[in-house]
């Protein structure tokens, strides 16, 4: 790499030219990774929040996706498989 010649004029505008072209595309790819990267948190995070589920048709304002059980109130599993369920009927006595 000797792209440091005092003095040669030959070619230094070509040369400019596809430096800063060269730049301009590391600049662009490197905000294209960058966009690629924030698109994939939100996508992450809308996954988290329960936005984005497999059969989730987004219903009313508060959709969101995992719905809490009805007897221990958690999320994650609903009433018909809640851990608590049959502790919860066995205390009727
Ligand atoms: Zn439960």
Redesign the pocket.
């Known amino acids: 790499m000797a792209t440091k010649k005092a003095g040669s004029t030959s070619g230094s505008k070509i040369e400019a030219f596809k430096k800063l072209r060269d730049e301009a595309r590391q600049e662009i790819l490197a905000e294209i990774a960058d966009l690629e990267k924030q698109i994939e948190e939100k996508k992450t995070e809308a996954r988290e929040l329960g936005f984005i589920t497999e059969s989730a048709p987004a219903r009313g304002k508060r959709a969101v996706g995992a719905r809490a ?1 009805k ?4 999320l994650g ?1 609903n ?1 018909r498989t ?4 049959e502790k919860a009927s066995a205390a009727k006595s």
């Open positions: 059980c007897i221990c109130g958690q599993h009433s809640c851990p608590q369920r």
